[in-house]
Every structure is written in C-alpha cells, then in structure tokens.
C-alpha cells in the first residue's frame, strides 16, 4: 500500500498564477479530505468528499479556491489566482468510513 | 459545534521521563478521537483511536490514552519517552463518527531533552 500520494511535493509561484495541487487517496477509501496547515491557523478543513461528492466545503476560504474528485482515485485542489496568504502545507487525507484517516505527506505551497 | 483543546502548547521532558499529553474534547454524543503525531516536514501520522469500548487505548510506538467522559478529556500519555518522540502531537475528533470531518486541537509540541 503506497499509502496518500500527493503532489508536487513543494510548489512555488508567484502571485496570480494558477496553482493544482494532486492527491491519489489509498484505494479502497471512500473519504478524502483537504487540510491546510498554517502556524497561525493551524489546521484547517477545506473541503471533504464522500464517494467522490463534495459534503462540506464550508472551510474553502474564498471562490479563488475550488477542489475536484472525478472519481474515487483522484482529487485536484486549485487555487486561481493564488495570493501570498495562501503559501501553506496542503495535506490530503483519505479515509474508510471514518475508520482512521490516513494523511498524505503535504504540497509545500510558497506564494511570491 | 465539535471543538478540541489542547491547553499545553509546548512541553519539554527528559529522556526516559514519563509523558501526559493533554485533550479536552466538545462533542454532543460519543465522540470518536485520535491522536496523531507530526514529525518535521512530514505528514500526520496516526498513533491510536478511540471508537468505543475499553477506554485505555494503546497505540503504536508505545504510546496509550484513556478516554474520561465525565472529564471529556482524552489524554496521551507514554511511560518513557526516548528522544524520537519530540515531534508535533495533534489530539482530534470526528465529527458524526463515520466519514464525518476530523476537527483537529491546535498541537502541543514535545522537546525531549537529552
């Protein structure tokens, strides 16, 4: 098992431009999940799916950001046009039935 | 709405020096917890869980926590902690249980001294 893949692993742009962000979540899992970790905020939840359908996404921050899953072994992140205050680790996360959730290593974003 | 405290933002213990991390969990009904651990740079890894039954859990690397609902805490605690330990721990708990969303506290940080 190969566990969460995301990519790229480390990510830099300047501002305005578009930025996706790629998870493959462990096969089988039916839950994938997009935190965003900050040291001031934390982590955050950005948006969550289930069975490839979007639940919550109360936690994306603004319309600049939109999250896909096409299906059950692949998900997308986009940022368009990206800001400073963006730059953030963007984890992925998948899960069975809420049964432990199982985080990918991270996209390190930076935003100049 | 479902929240997660971790009051200690930075603890420092000896090698060898036993650990208490703790949790104070906000949750209507039987909360689902976690704890899971962050090393630098890398991604979050899960140390145990608590879904329900026996209230002492054990985890991975030695590590185990009891669940208290009278306190509604949820603290990790390690007899011996070994230099490999300092790393970033995050308590959390599910929302709704079963695919619901994780709400995360905000992460007590463990130095180990050697």
């Known amino acids: 098992d190969a566990g969460v893949i995301q990519s790229p692993r480390h990510e830099v742009t300047e501002m305005g431009q578009e930025v996706t962000l790629r998870c493959k979540p462990i096969?089988?899992?039916?839950?994938l999940f997009w935190y965003r970790q900050t040291m001031m905020r934390g982590l955050e939840l950005l948006i969550y799916f289930n069975n490839n359908v979007p639940i919550d996404d109360s936690g994306m921050p603004e319309d600049r950001f939109s999250a896909k899953m096409p299906n059950a072994s692949f998900s997308t992140l986009k940022i368009q046009p990206s800001e400073p205050r963006d730059s953030a680790v963007y984890f992925c996360a998948s899960s069975l039935s809420g049964n432990g959730y199982t985080f990918g290593s991270g996209t390190r974003l930076t935003v100049v | 709405a479902q929240s997660v405290t971790q009051p200690d933002i930075h603890i420092t213990v000896s090698e060898g020096a036993s650990l208490e991390l703790r949790c104070n969990y906000s949750?209507?009904?039987?909360?689902?917890l976690f704890w899971y651990v962050q090393s630098p740079g890398q991604g979050l890894q899960l140390l145990l869980k608590y879904f329900s039954g026996d209230t002492l859990v054990q985890g991975i690397k030695g590590f185990e926590a009891e669940f208290k609902r009278s306190q509604s805490s949820f603290n990790l605690r390690k007899p011996s902690v070994h230099w490999s330990d300092a790393a970033e721990y995050f308590c959390a708990v599910a929302d709704s249980g079963n695919t619901g969303k994780l709400i995360f506290g905000q992460g007590t940080t463990l130095q180990v001294k050697p």
């Open positions: 949750y209507g009904a039987t909360p689902y």
């Open positions: 096969s089988g899992h039916n839950s």
